[in-house]
């Protein structure tokens, strides 16, 4: 079966998971590495493909006519642009044999819009952040007393530390607003944005505790399997950079009801912090996050994992458990790009 992760960038790592999953799984395999431009997952990839730019109308077709070509049988997307996109042509992947690793559409769509998460997430009575949508009305709840400074703001649609700034009063709130929407407009959070420029910035309180990533796991059938808890060490860009996983029976709770509400297929990425209040969701993110890695160094594969389902088979039990007390860190490597070296090739423009 060959594996196809897309908007692959910096991740190298995962190509190598991939490459060693198929190999454990004994049924060979290559895996694909895509994106816009050549970057560092290129070289750990056995094939690369360069692709439109995820909102440009060719490249759905690009991609669904790789897959056909390719013999794909597994996308894996890997950027929160995308994960919408390809979750909803679910249906159009799977008719060219190709199973899209994400959530369903109103899912994906649930998680990459961080307002939308706030309100499922309250709905459920689960613990989140007090949020809101315009200067005035998160002044109003400073106010009356329902909200303090210093409080987060941050584009209501993006990913890691992009645009996000700390207000220490009403000025600095109202300079970060402006601030924010303008670099929304300059950057790919336009796409997103589109039609919302008004409500595109999230303003939240600020929480105080400990701050721990899980990774959700969920068959390709959206049955919730197993949740890995990792304590945070470290951030960098807005990135786990160092972690510990450990044992904790409330956040392992919380795991398996988030796995079950959302029904996705394969990795669900939350930032969840502890505090003297209780447990609160940060932001849900339905593919494989940048904290990974720290599960898969302490025994989790869910790349053979998401192998083995694909085929019709049953993972062994402790590829889906992790050993509590392990502490990893990222590491910075060069990548050389090896001569000869294919690309492939695709002719976009900026619409």
């Known amino acids: 079966m060959n594996v196809l992760l897309t908007s692959a960038g910096r991740r190298s790592y995962l190509a190598e998971y991939f490459k060693e999953a198929l190999a454990m799984a004994g049924r060979g395999g290559l895996v694909h590495a895509a994106n816009s431009q050549p970057g560092p997952a290129f070289p750990a990839a056995d094939r690369q493909a360069v692709t439109p730019l995820i909102y440009e109308k060719g490249y759905l077709p690009f ?46 769509a649930l998680c990459n819009d961080k307002w939308k998460t706030f309100l499922r997430l309250k709905e459920e009575g689960i613990g989140v952040p007090a ?11 400073v106010r009356k007393g329902q909200a303090a400074f210093p409080l987060m703001v941050k584009p209501r649609w993006g990913m890691g530390s992009l645009s996000v700034y700390r207000a220490e009063d009403e000025e600095e709130l109202g300079v970060f607003v402006r601030k924010i929407r303008r670099e929304i ?6 796409y997103e944005a ?22 959700i796991v969920n068959d390709l059938r959206g049955r919730f399997r197993a949740v890995s808890v990792k304590r945070k060490l470290a951030m960098r860009s807005g990135e786990t950079d ?15 009801r988030l796995g079950r509400l959302l029904g996705h297929r394969g990795n669900l990425d939350a930032d969840v912090f502890e505090t003297d209040q209780g447990l609160f969701v940060l932001e849900l993110n339905a593919r494989f996050g940048g904290g990974y890695p720290f599960s898969h160094a302490a025994g ?13 088979e049953e993972p ?35 619409k």
């Not at 510990?244 to 919380?254: A, I, K, N």
């Not at 889906?320 to 060069?334: E, N």
């Not at 050389?336 to 976009?348: D, F, K, L, S, V």
């Open 63 to 108: 991609l669904l006519d790789y897959c056909r070509r390719e013999d794909i049988g597994m996308v894996v997307p890997l950027f929160d642009i995308d994960v919408p996109v390809l979750a909803a042509s679910r249906q159009a992947f799977e008719a060219a044999g190709t199973t899209v690793v994400t959530a369903g559409p109103a899912e994906a």
């Open 131 to 141: 949020s809101w949508l315009s200067e005035e009305d998160a002044l109003e709840a």
């Open 185 to 190: 407009r300059e950057s790919y959070l336009k």
């Open 194 to 215: 589109a039609g919302h420029m008004d409500r595109c910035v999230l303003i939240q309180e600020t929480l105080r505790g400990q701050e721990y990533g899980l990774d």
């Open 242 to 256: 160092a972690a510990e996983t450990v044992r904790h029976s409330g956040l392992e709770q919380l795991g398996e």
């Open 300 to 312: 989790m594969h869910l790349p053979y994992a998401l192998v083995k389902w694909a085929m019709g």
């Open 316 to 350: 062994e039990p402790e590829y889906l458990t992790v050993r509590p007390g392990v502490r990893a860190y990222k590491d910075i490597r060069i990548c050389r790009w090896p001569e000869g070296t294919q690309t492939g090739n695709a002719n976009h423009e900026e």
